[in-house]
């Protein structure tokens, strides 16, 4: 029961231009919501994170949109750079236990 | 560098065998959580044990078994091996908040590459 979905396995962009990344999610009761990127032979590393209670969070180039009614989240990269070339995982919680994540999106940053 | 360690980083072995996959947490995290990233899988939430006790259980099999120990490491103990177990074991810490509920980010490890022949 994949309750995260990431239904984009790959995304390429150009150097410069805006990178998004989506995330679809289930279950109603998630109340957090993050962001992982993942670099090939590494644990993921965390990059952002919101609260249900928000519909944005920003940080730097990076922003997280939050959608409650359509139960969707999109990750925003501007302006995308080659190192940020990896696999973006999205999560969510409702316990602060648990969390669900999805299946990844490779990003390619193509100079 | 997460400050989490995970050993081995390989592990080869054959099916029917047992496995124990060790954790070291950051400094001061008292919760570790266990997951299994398979090939073209997301990362599936296995268990979590904050300070020793376990607060949550998510997709593992009962062949499977976790543990966390007084200095806070944890292993996880896999048995039984199948084919299917072979994937990518991912440890994981975190910074609580009250009573081992953390809506913080956690601090992966590098993973132990499970491969069952």
């Known amino acids: 029961d994949q309750q995260v979905k990431q239904n984009s396995p790959s995304l390429s962009v150009q150097e410069g231009r805006i990178s998004i990344l989506n995330c679809d999610y289930t279950?109603?009761?998630?109340?957090?919501f993050l962001w992982y990127k993942k670099y090939p032979a590494e644990g993921p590393t965390f990059l952002i994170s919101?609260?249900?209670?928000?519909d944005k969070n920003e940080d730097g180039r990076f922003t997280v949109f939050l959608n409650k009614s359509a139960k969707h989240l999109s990750l925003h990269i501007v302006p995308s750079q080659p190192g940020d070339s990896a696999v973006y995982f999205c999560?969510?919680?409702?316990?602060?236990?648990?969390?669900?994540f999805g299946t990844g999106t490779s990003l390619t940053v193509i100079p | 560098d997460s400050g989490v360690t995970q050993t081995p980083k390989h592990l080869i072995t054959a099916t029917g065998q047992r496995v124990t996959l060790r954790c070291s947490p950051r400094?001061?995290?008292?919760?570790v959580y266990w997951y299994q990233q398979s090939l073209d899988q997301g990362l599936q939430f296995l268990i979590q044990?904050?300070?020793?006790?376990?607060?949550a259980k998510g997709n593992i099999l009962e062949r499977f078994s976790a543990q966390q120990f007084p200095d806070l490491h944890s292993e996880l103990n896999l048995s039984s091996l199948e084919l299917g177990d072979s994937a990518l074991y991912f440890c994981?810490?975190?910074?609580?908040?009250?009573?081992?509920?953390?809506?913080?980010?956690?601090?992966f490890g590098p993973g132990t590459r499970l491969t069952v022949l």
């Open positions: 044990y904050y300070n020793g006790e376990e607060r």
């Open positions: 279950n109603s009761m998630f109340d957090y």
């Open positions: 994981a810490s975190s910074v609580e908040g009250v009573a081992g509920v953390s809506y913080n980010e956690q601090f």
């Open positions: 919101i609260s249900s209670i928000k």
């Open positions: 400094s001061g995290d008292l919760s």
């Open positions: 999560a969510a919680t409702y316990t602060g236990n648990q969390f669900y």
